[in-house]
């Protein structure tokens, strides 16, 4: 299962006065089992990007192939290439509308043509992914959980579509600390224990210095960076340009390396930089 995009570009109401490039000469590869974020400002081109994987947008220009379907073919199934990828919004929960969290979950596959049973089954599954307990939110109402508990909802939807690949629209937005940090918990469970494909759009390189294997930035409809969080969070300069930043973690590292401290550049989680600062606390205490 792999994406592979090639000089894509997309343009918004073209011939108009309003006409404006949203996607410029894309090139862009995922391998199956990845887990990418896709980072930059608003209005670099990270909706556009994710909204023409599975097909909700068509190409001005270039070709995108999906598990070896190519989206700008005729003869291409749109359904087919939206089984394979899933698509979770931005604040998806303002989504839900069944009076159960279980035939919230089951709405997808209803429309697939499954027996009761395999529906049921695929509810189960898809709560289990997502870290909710079947028999204790089976009946409760989406509307009545916390805003963390209701976007799991909602990604336990798509997934109960059972799709290969599964993109994420900036999906810790608007949540406490804690829900932010459960919700990016169940994503990466996705990914490891399920070998699920994850993209990952977000802003937060706190977000995404936690969980992603690649990053990809973005900025004004074109690819900048792409590469591990250590090659990208290296290029500090071009990241600031662009008016994003490294994560505050690796700002301190640049900090305490200026004062001294033996501590390897290449940190970007809170996580990595206690490690570090143990042992370059050891060391000194053993001099």
């Known amino acids: 299962m792999s994406i592979v995009i090639e000089n894509l ?55 995108i192939m999906v598990d070896g379907l190519d989206l700008t073919s005729k003869e291409t199934k749109l359904s087919e290439v939206r089984k394979k990828v899933g698509l979770v919004f931005q604040y998806p929960e303002y989504q839900l509308f069944e009076e159960t969290v279980e035939k919230d979950i089951a709405y997808g596959p209803g429309n697939l043509g499954l027996s009761s049973n395999d529906i049921e089954n695929r509810v189960k599954k898809a709560m289990l992914m997502v870290g909710l307990d079947y028999e204790k939110y089976k009946g409760v109402s989406p509307f009545e959980l916390s805003g963390g508990q209701k976007r799991r909802v909602a990604i336990a939807g798509v997934v109960a579509m059972e799709p290969k690949v599964l993109i994420l629209d900036e999906p810790t937005a608007g949540l406490d600390p804690k829900g932010r940090d459960d919700i990016l918990g169940q994503i990466r469970k996705l990914h490891k224990e399920y070998n699920m494909t994850i993209i990952l759009v977000s802003h937060s390189m706190e977000d995404v210095a936690k969980v992603a294997d690649r990053i990809v930035v973005m900025e004004r409809g074109k690819v900048i960076l792409d590469g591990s969080p250590v090659e ?16 505050q973690v690796t700002y301190l590292v640049r900090a305490l390396r200026e004062k001294g401290f033996n501590i390897s550049q290449d940190i970007y989680t809170v996580k990595q930089a206690k490690e570090e600062i143990i042992k370059a606390l050891r060391g000194v205490h053993n001099d």
């Open 9 to 63: 570009s997309h343009v918004y109401m073209k011939g108009s006065p309003f006409e404006k490039k949203a996607l410029d000469g894309v090139n862009l590869s995922v391998e199956e089992g990845q887990f990418v974020a896709l980072i930059g400002h608003t209005g670099s081109g990270k909706s556009t990007l994710i909204q023409h994987i599975n097909g909700l947008l068509k190409p001005s220009e270039g070709r």
């Open 232 to 247: 990208v969070f290296r290029e500090v300069n071009t990241l600031e340009r662009v008016g994003l930043a490294v994560p």
